[in-house]
């Protein structure tokens, strides 16, 4: 299935971005556009892909070492953590002369156009997607769709930027990705899953994330974002903040080089849509001109996605995952349960059942931004492991258990397991933070009857699917953040 080797695989990453990623911006050249914030390969299923684009007026962010905003709610000064969330609006001040775009790790958007180029590899000609303006009332992005591609098959990318129609190309990315098999096709297929993921707590100061480069060494097929990709909650009280915070950790260069050579689906949770916590109707001054409604409509603009940001996708005979919405329908956390208490809402709900049925797929993983078996913390009101969703909580977790091979994969938690739930059956691996800083939440040595592996560290998830003897498999493996297996679970299928 996979048609190129790791050497390849890797020569693709651009060093330069390593190198300069700590420089301040020079003046732009006359008529040139850049692309700090790399590109993403997103959607990928066996016949199409979306390519998200951004033009940037530098071709490197602001040093990490450069200038913050300072927050201070009703005069008094607040951390990066900002824990107890007051109820009061913040005033946002700059340091004298600094604007959003001087921000640590700003990499402000610049008026052009993108297209991709595209070829199956070994391949000579190159398709094309037309020209096209990035918008400037979307962070300067544009996605662009790949459609009528073959299964299974590797492609080479390269996206292109130029200032104006009749302006010469200035920038360059190359990128590869490879499409799903056709549902009827047998393929071993593998995948990581990641969570909880905050610029100001990761572990290579300058370079981003050590788990994206232990990734890419796995060579995976694609790669699953649950959520709080970052944590809008400290700093993010207008839109054009939220913006800057894309631009740190997509200006990072472990984010830029991964993403340029694996396929990602991106599912947003609570603190990349507004807040801890958040729900459609909750109403708080905390977050200031910043919006419930602007944080869903910021998701779509920084990452490519369809029609619905539910849906289901097919990796071959053996595997389909889905991806489900937790923020846009749901009740509040705090109104009395029961049957119309949820999370998932009405037409999601059946969506899910009605495709889970219709599925042959040998194994069914449903990828969902907050856990559904858990165990979680009493203190805890947000997901379906929690009592205050326990009705939509009960009815999801009989319903999968009730699915032949169906297991979850769940993130937003700040710690690794594996859990069985005692009442059905129903698996779950928590993918744990992205970061060792970034973990805790649970105590180190305390392990629930439905633990089969608990782990407060950071680190990703692997999946992979494949035959044995004939026998579809669908192993799990819980990786450290130095790409260490700490945990290793095989799931025959039935």
């Known amino acids: 299935m996979k048609t190129w080797t790791k050497a390849i695989?890797?020569?693709?990453?651009?060093?330069?971005?390593?190198?300069?990623?700590?420089?301040?911006?020079?003046?732009?050249?006359?008529?040139a556009v850049h692309q700090a914030t790399g590109l993403k390969i997103c959607e990928v299923d066996d016949q199409s892909a979306i390519i998200w684009t951004r033009l940037t007026e530098h071709a490197?962010?602001?040093s990490v070492d450069g200038p913050m905003p300072v927050i201070t709610y009703a005069g008094e000064a607040r951390g990066a953590a900002g824990n107890n969330r007051p109820d009061v609006k913040p005033a946002v001040s700059f340091p004298e002369g600094v604007t959003v775009d001087r921000l640590q790790g700003a990499a402000p958007g610049v008026a052009g156009h993108t297209r991709v180029r595209y070829r199956a590899r070994g391949k000579t000609d190159w398709q094309s997607t037309p020209w096209q303006a990035v918008d400037a009332s979307r962070d300067y992005t544009r996605q662009h769709r790949l459609a009528k591609l073959a299964a299974a098959t590797a492609y080479e990318i390269r996206v292109e930027g130029r200032a104006a129609a009749d302006a010469a190309v200035t920038s360059t990315l190359d990128g590869q990705f490879h499409t799903?098999?056709?549902?009827?096709?047998?393929?071993?297929v593998r995948f990581t899953v990641v969570t909880g993921q905050n610029y100001h707590t990761r572990d290579l100061p300058a370079e981003g994330w050590k788990i994206y480069q232990h990734m890419q060494d796995l060579n995976p097929d694609f790669f699953?974002?649950?959520?709080?990709?970052?944590?809008?909650?400290?700093?993010?009280?207008?839109?054009?903040?939220?913006?800057?915070?894309?631009?740190?950790?997509?200006?990072?260069?472990?984010?830029?080089?991964?993403h340029r050579v694996v396929a990602s689906y991106f599912i947003k949770d609570d603190h990349d849509t507004w807040m801890d916590d958040c729900y459609p109707a909750m109403k708080t001054a905390f977050m200031g001109d910043f919006t419930f409604a602007q944080g869903q409509a910021v998701f779509l603009e920084q990452v490519g996605m369809g029609e619905h940001t539910f849906r289901t996708?097919?990796?071959?005979?053996?595997?389909?995952?889905?991806?489900?919405?937790g923020r846009d329908f749901r009740s509040p956390n705090n109104a009395p349960d029961g049957p119309d208490k949820t999370i998932w809402g009405a037409e999601q709900k059946a969506w899910f059942k009605r495709t889970v049925l219709a599925s042959d797929a040998t194994f069914r993983v449903l990828i969902?931004?907050?856990?559904?078996?858990?165990?979680?913390?009493d203190t805890k009101n947000d997901n379906h492991a929690n009592k205050g969703f326990t009705h939509e909580g009960d009815e999801l977790r009989t319903f999968c258990a009730a699915q032949k091979n169906l297991v979850v994969v769940?993130?937003?938690?700040?710690?690794?397991?594996?859990?069985v739930d005692p009442k059905t059956g129903l698996r779950e691996y928590n993918t744990g933070p992205t970061t060792d800083a970034h973990a805790g939440g649970w105590p180190k040595d305390k392990k629930e009857p439905e633990h089969t592996y608990v782990n407060v560290?950071?680190?990703?998830?692997?999946?992979?699917?494949?035959?044995?003897?004939?026998?579809?498999?669908?192993t799990f493996r819980h990786y450290s953040v130095e790409g260490k297996v700490l945990n290793e679970d095989v799931v025959w299928a039935k």
């Open 224 to 258: 699953v974002h649950t959520g709080d990709i970052l944590y809008y909650d400290s700093w993010a009280k207008t839109a054009a903040l939220a913006r800057w915070m894309w631009q740190q950790v997509y200006g990072m260069p472990s984010n830029v080089s991964f």
């Open 180 to 188: 799903a098999p056709e549902a009827r096709s047998i393929a071993p």
């Open 410 to 419: 769940s993130g937003d938690r700040h710690w690794q397991y594996a859990s």
């Open 313 to 325: 996708i097919r990796w071959g005979r053996d595997l389909q995952i889905w991806l489900p919405e």
């Open 368 to 377: 969902s931004p907050t856990p559904l078996v858990g165990p979680d913390r």
């Open 60 to 62: 490197v962010p602001v």
């Open 9 to 31: 695989h890797r020569s693709l990453v651009l060093t330069p971005l390593l190198a300069g990623v700590l420089s301040i911006h020079a003046p732009a050249a006359s008529n």
């Open 457 to 474: 560290v950071g680190g990703f998830l692997e999946v992979a699917v494949d035959r044995r003897d004939g026998r579809p498999a669908l």
